[in-house]
């Protein structure tokens, strides 16, 4: 399948539009229904619905494959472009929100270093990675004790654990379980939860670690801001899972351990094969910090 026939179905499903999708590709919109009907013809199916636009159940599976076929060859490009290209000063590093402490980014940056920071949703700090946007990632998640983050396949990116920490439920100072030494997360599979995929444990981990279906969401939080998950916690719409640190101790919520299954949150740090003198030592600093 051409690449670039890829590219167009994917652009057109993400964005239910032909004119949207010609646009951010550069081409006519003509090109792209032609791009599509290639597509079709080639595979012998229909990919998307016309009014409206969406993808087909055929164009649902494909789209599983396309995603992330077109990461890895932008992975390899960008990996190429690292080899043949002239190192800069600069130092790109992307963040999931809880991976990253003020110290450990401190510590990496240098004066006279052009140093950009950018927090990213955890499954897009290894593809930024990948695809060049990003020298070094930090990223989060939880894991078991010592178990590497399950992370997306999205090329010979090296990794190096950076930390773990012991996880704890996150409640208002008033609930009825803030008193506890610790707490089984199957005893909380019913409870009110905070569905923060980038800034807490993802229910759905909560859900692989303990073996259930349940763990359903009050609230959905799609967003980064950590500060904000923290008041909505407090305000009672629902628990969440992060790590037991002091900063996170901040009077308006409590927080009780986890202590089954044994889990920890694990922050590790990403970085391409081929690096520039200034972000090796960027990746040291990090990892020393």
Same mark, same amino acid.
């Given at each position: 399948?051409?690449?670039?026939?890829?590219?167009?179905?994917?652009?057109?499903?993400? =964005?239910?539009?032909?004119?949207?999708?010609?646009?951010?590709?550069?081409?006519?919109?003509?090109?792209?229904?032609?791009?599509?009907?290639?597509?079709?013809?080639? $595979? +012998?199916?229909?990919?998307?619905?016309?009014?409206?636009?969406?993808?087909?159940?055929?164009?649902?599976? =494909?789209?599983?494959?396309?995603?992330?076929?077109?990461?890895?060859?932008?992975?390899?490009?960008?990996?190429?472009?690292?080899?043949?290209?002239?190192?800069? %000063?600069?130092?790109?590093?992307? *963040?999931?929100? $809880?991976?990253?402490?003020?110290?450990? =980014?401190?510590?990496?940056?240098?004066? %006279?270093?052009?140093?950009?920071?950018?927090?990213?949703?955890?499954?897009?700090?290894?593809?930024?990675?990948?695809?060049?946007?990003?020298?070094? %990632?930090?990223?989060? +998640?939880?894991?078991?004790?010592?178990?590497? $983050?399950? $992370?997306?396949? *999205?090329?010979? @990116?090296?990794?190096?654990?950076?930390?773990?920490?012991? *996880?704890? *439920?996150?409640?208002?100072?008033?609930?009825?379980? &803030? +008193?506890?030494? %610790?707490?089984?997360?199957?005893?909380?599979?019913?409870?009110?939860?905070?569905?923060?995929?980038?800034?807490?444990?993802?229910?759905?981990?909560?859900?692989?670690?303990?073996?259930?279906?349940?763990?359903?969401?009050?609230?959905?939080?799609?967003?980064?801001?950590?500060?904000?998950?923290?008041?909505?916690? &407090?305000?009672?719409?629902? @628990?969440?899972?992060?790590?037991?640190?002091?900063?996170?101790?901040?009077?308006?919520?409590?927080?009780?351990?986890?202590?089954?299954?044994?889990?920890?949150?694990?922050?590790?740090? =990403?970085?391409?094969?081929?690096?520039?003198?200034?972000?090796?030592?960027?990746?040291?600093?990090?990892?020393? +910090?």
């Amino acid at each position: 399948m051409d690449p670039h026939l890829l590219r167009t179905f994917v652009a057109v499903s993400r =964005l239910c539009s032909f004119s949207e999708a010609a646009a951010e590709l550069g081409y006519t919109q003509s090109a792209v229904s032609q791009h599509i009907a290639a597509l079709e013809q080639d $595979l +012998g199916a229909a990919l998307l619905t016309r009014r409206p636009v969406g993808p087909t159940p055929v164009g649902e599976r =494909l789209l599983e494959h396309a995603v992330p076929l077109l990461l890895r060859l932008d992975a390899a490009r960008s990996d190429i472009e690292r080899l043949v290209t002239a190192p800069s %000063g600069e130092v790109a590093l992307a *963040v999931s929100p $809880l991976a990253a402490s003020l110290e450990r =980014l401190s510590a990496a940056w240098r004066p %006279g270093r052009a140093f950009t920071v950018s927090v990213r949703p955890r499954l897009e700090v290894s593809a930024a990675v990948a695809t060049g946007q990003a020298d070094l %990632g930090l990223v989060d +998640g939880l894991a078991a004790p010592d178990d590497p $983050l399950n $992370l997306p396949d *999205v090329g010979p @990116l090296p990794t190096i654990a950076i930390t773990q920490e012991p *996880v704890a *439920v996150l409640m208002p100072p008033g609930h009825p379980l &803030a +008193g506890r030494p %610790g707490l089984r997360l199957a005893d909380l599979a019913e409870a009110r939860w905070i569905d923060a995929t980038d800034t807490a444990v993802p229910l759905e981990a909560l859900r692989a670690a303990v073996g259930s279906e349940s763990f359903r969401p009050a609230l959905r939080y799609p967003c980064t801001d950590v500060l904000c998950l923290l008041r909505l916690v &407090a305000g009672g719409h629902g @628990l969440a899972v992060l790590p037991h640190r002091a900063e996170l101790s901040n009077g308006w919520t409590t927080a009780v351990p986890v202590t089954e299954p044994p889990l920890v949150h694990r922050t590790e740090l =990403l970085h391409a094969a081929t690096l520039s003198p200034a972000a090796r030592a960027a990746a040291e600093a990090l990892t020393d +910090g």
